[in-house]
């Protein structure tokens, strides 16, 4: 196994080589899909209220996985907040 630290320009440089590829078979195509995956290694730590995320997951149930994913959906983190903007009636 290979590990290389790339800048943006050369993974794109690289991504781009193998898709001028005739036939991306499955080596290439895994090659291409971490890639497309290791420029997620390189950001930030997301920091989410844990307390909240406990919380919920306690009162609905369901596991802290799950809290997360309604968070991300925009779900709000702390109570009597809206994520999403109320919708406003279609004009007729």
């Known amino acids: 196994m290979w590990c290389a630290r790339l800048s ?3 993974r794109d440089a690289l991504r781009a080589l193998i898709k001028s590829q ?3 078979g499955h080596i290439l195509g895994g090659a291409l899909e971490a890639l497309d995956l290791a420029r997620w290694d390189e950001l930030p730590e997301a920091s989410l209220p844990w307390d909240r995320v406990a919380e919920l997951a306690d009162r609905q149930g369901i596991g802290e ?3 997360v994913w309604d968070l991300a959906a925009g779900l709000p983190a702390t109570p ?3 994520a999403l903007p109320a919708r406003r009636p279609a004009r007729r």
Request: no cysteine; net charge negative.
């Open 22 to 24: 005739e036939d991306v």
């Open 65 to 67: 996985a799950d809290v």
């Open 8 to 10: 943006d320009a050369q």
């Open 80 to 82: 009597g907040r809206r």
